[in-house]
């Protein structure tokens, strides 16, 4: 039996979609799938508790409605993507306790991911335009 040379099968996994390599993964390693999850649900957890240490203040130095706010801020922004909020008690379930359920949750990586890249792609583009101009200068 002959076996294909590593290029062959290298090509062949570039072709296949991406959860068709995932799910061959699973069928190799059992569980590799949820260990995968834990691990990044994990590090979302660290990160967004970093986030909601260094924006919120200690509710003995509150001061004011500025401090109170920057707390709101602080637990929407530091809310990991795999908990959500908690039940609201005492109060039947409506679409709105739906909603701030899993929608803050959502809010929160929006606020915690997208801003970071946002900025990194900004800067990525002045420094495109900058490196641009610079190459223009003077050939004229």
Known sequence: MSRRPDTYRMK???????ID?????????PGILREL?????????KYAEGVRNRVMV???????TGDTLRNIVG????????????????VPPRLIDRAAQYGV?????????????AAASAVSDVTSDFYDYISEYGKE
Do not use: C, H, W
């Open 75 to 90: 637990m929407v922004a530091g809310t990991p993507l795999g908990q959500g909020l908690p039940p609201i008690e005492n």
């Open 37 to 45: 999850l834990d691990k990044i649900i994990d590090l979302d957890t």
């Open 58 to 64: 200690p509710i003995e130095d509150v001061r004011g």
């Open 105 to 117: 949750p959502a809010l929160s990586a929006g606020i915690r991911y997208g801003i970071p890249l």
């Open 21 to 29: 390599n995932v799910i061959e993964m699973e069928k190799v390693e």
């Open 12 to 18: 062949m996994a570039a072709d296949q979609p991406f």
